[in-house]
Structures are given as C-alpha cells and as structure tokens.
C-alpha cells in the first residue's frame, strides 16, 4: 500500500489558525444531551412518546441547527485564505 500524500503546509496552518469564536457553539450539542435534569421525567408526551425519546430527536435537530450556524459563519473566513 502506499503511504499517504502528507499534507500541504499551507493547508495545516490555515486548519490550526481558524480560532473564530463561532466554534465554541459546536460544544453546545454536545454538552446540553449530558445533563441528567432534562431526562427526569416521563413527562410530556409527544404523540405518546415520553420524553427521552423525543428529545434525542430534538438533540439531534440541535446540533444540525448548530453546527450549519457555525459553519455560515465561519464560511466567509474560509473563502478568504
């Protein structure tokens, strides 16, 4: 097999000097899931479904809205390089 191409030096440090405040938001879907509180209860249902179900749905939606707000606005940066 051959060994991977290494990267482009240009490449790693535009990669290692993106320190957009926006990407502190990415740790917001992987925070807000670990909090026991929001688990608590079986209640409400949604469509019959206590709430544990549906909020790994929900926390799913989270991080797909999250992760395209950090991405729009670091896109521009980006484009810059």
């Given amino acids: 097999m051959a060994a991977p191409e290494p990267e482009a030096p240009e490449t790693a440090r535009s990669r ?28 409400p249902r949604l469509f019959g479904f206590p709430r544990f179900y549906w909020l790994q749905l929900a926390w799913i939606l989270l991080g797909v809205a999250t992760t395209t707000l950090v991405y729009q606005m670091t896109k521009k940066k980006r484009g810059e390089r």
Avoid at 16 to 43: E, G, R, T
């Fill in 16 to 43: 290692a000097k993106d320190k957009s405040p926006w990407n502190w938001l990415l740790l917001i879907p992987i925070v807000v899931p670990l909090i026991p509180v929001f688990y608590n209860a079986d209640s």
